[in-house]
């Protein structure tokens, strides 16, 4: 059974990187995707990735954050952390080019907390 599993610091620095890697270690995903879901408001999309390497950034986290993947693992790179970027976040991903809802994989989710 695959299950991602995202790993990273809680309280974060200015410049923090998550990753998410697959348990079982295949990680043969084409699509993938960052979400993050603050108290009180809906889950939206950070950052995605089709498996044609077609990159899309929320405008709000957009010239900061950087989606990638090496090695198995998928990565978020996140600088110039603001407050408002304090979120539980989750990788998703999906064996096909496009990420398909409904059919994603997802990780548990992280707790990324920034303070002022």
């Known amino acids: 059974q695959v299950q991602l599993q995202e790993s990273g610091p809680g309280l974060v620095k200015p410049s923090q990187t998550l990753s998410c890697a697959d348990s079982g270690g295949a990680f043969s995903f084409k699509a993938m995707a960052w979400y993050r879901q603050a108290p009180g408001k809906e889950r939206e999309l950070v950052a995605s990735?089709?498996?044609?390497?077609i990159t899309d950034y929320a405008y709000s986290v957009k010239g900061r954050f950087t989606i990638s993947n090496a090695k198995n693992t998928m990565y978020l790179q996140m600088n110039s952390l603001k407050p408002e970027d304090t979120a539980v976040y989750y990788c998703?991903?999906?064996?096909?080019?496009?990420?398909?809802?409904?059919?994603?994989?997802w990780g548990q989710g992280i707790q990324v907390t920034v303070s002022s």
């Open positions: 998703a991903a999906d064996y096909t080019v496009v990420l398909r809802p409904g059919r994603m994989l």
């Open positions: 990735v089709t498996g044609g390497g």
